[in-house]
């Protein structure tokens, strides 16, 4: 039978030798008074990452299963614009009362 294996690629192969010994070196780095302070604090991290990775997709779903806004047919509305720009064309051509035409 075989037996799974822990392959992180920038660490590679590690088992429970390796991870005392990692827990080894902390110890002495930080101190015997140290460490669970240094372990609540991450675990208060990590809490906090999951919190908000959890409020993020949270948010994601919400605003997937919401309606559609309806589709807008953007061929349209180009064409009312470009009829709206012509009737404004047309309004400024023509003099408005009150107005003097200046020969060119």
């Known amino acids: 039978m075989i037996t799974p294996t822990h392959n992180l690629a920038f660490i590679g192969n590690f088992g429970g030798g390796e991870i005392i010994l990692i827990f080894l070196i902390v110890l002495l780095l930080f ?12 675990g208060k991290g990590v809490n906090e990452f999951r919190k908000a990775k959890n409020e993020w997709e949270q948010d994601i779903n919400e605003v997937m299963s919401q309606e559609p806004i309806e589709d807008h047919d953007f061929s349209e509305s180009e064409k009312q614009k470009k009829e709206e720009e012509k009737e404004e064309e047309t309004e400024d051509s023509v003099p408005q009362e009150g107005e003097k035409q200046t020969a060119n």
């Open 31 to 42: 101190g015997a008074k140290k460490v669970p302070e240094l372990f609540r604090s991450l």
